[in-house]
């Protein structure tokens, strides 16, 4: 079956720090990732999302980046975190053609930014 | 593009009363429709979906939705409320290129 899994689960980190938040996939090959932020209060914000290795796709103009360096990996980061930064972030998974594109969520992390 | 719109942000019940979580949605192309729980800081986990023949779809925990195309609507419903319901829950469409939109969410208060 298929897993995946994030971390770290939590971390604080100062303003103008750099953040890397990692996330894998197990059992599937080639699935579409996706990073998603949830602010306090707020709905899901679709950050990325990738269709394949090196190929990232932005959904809002922001202070952060994604990379995928190989087929079940996907990392978030930021050269320099601001406090807008705060929220819980999910990475997600799916598989196109499978299901109507099913999502598929980690547990998320959860990232304060002081 | 498509989009989905839960009416109402909060949403309170009895335990043992019936629950009803409000969708609509909209997308330029035949969508599929999901629904997600979240219980307080954990990922979101799938309940339900439609994707083509039955309208009526059931999930695990009881709960089950209705694809209305005449009414773009995809409502979440539940017979009996239980304690453990109360979580936020979360609509949200797939209407192509890879990418799920989500509704905001509504919160699910169970009243014991």
């Known amino acids: 079956s298929q897993t995946i899994h994030q971390w770290p689960a939590t971390l604080v980190q100062p303003v103008g720090s750099p953040l890397s938040l990692e996330c894998t996939v197990e059992g599937t090959s080639n699935p579409n990732l996706y990073w998603y932020r949830q602010a306090a209060g707020r709905g899901l914000q679709l950050l990325f999302y990738?269709?394949?290795?090196?190929?990232i796709s932005s959904e809002v103009p922001q202070n952060l980046s994604a990379s995928r360096p190989q087929d079940r990996q996907f990392i978030l980061s930021s050269k320099k975190l601001l406090l807008s930064d705060s929220g819980f972030y999910l990475c997600?998974?799916?598989?196109?053609?499978?299901?109507?594109?099913?999502?598929?969520f980690g547990e998320g992390s959860w990232l304060t930014v002081v | 593009a498509q989009s989905v719109t839960q009416l109402g942000s909060h949403v309170s019940v009895s335990e043992g009363a019936l629950v009803l979580l409000r969708c609509n949605y909209s997308?330029?192309?035949?969508?599929?429709l999901f629904w997600y729980v979240q219980y307080p800081n954990q990922g979101l986990q799938l309940l339900l979906k439609?994707?083509?023949?039955?309208?009526l779809v059931k999930g695990i925990n009881g709960f089950e939705a209705e694809f209305k195309k005449s009414e773009t609507s995809f409502h979440l419903t539940k017979p009996s409320a239980h304690m453990s319901d109360a979580a936020e829950y979360f609509c949200a469409v797939y209407g192509g290129y890879q990418k799920v939109t989500f509704g905001t969410g509504t919160k699910l208060q169970v009243i014991p």
């Open positions: 997600a998974w799916s598989v196109s053609g499978v299901s109507g594109n099913t999502i598929y």
């Open positions: 439609y994707t083509t023949g039955a309208t």
């Open positions: 997308s330029s192309v035949p969508p599929y």
């Open positions: 990738s269709v394949g290795i090196g190929q």
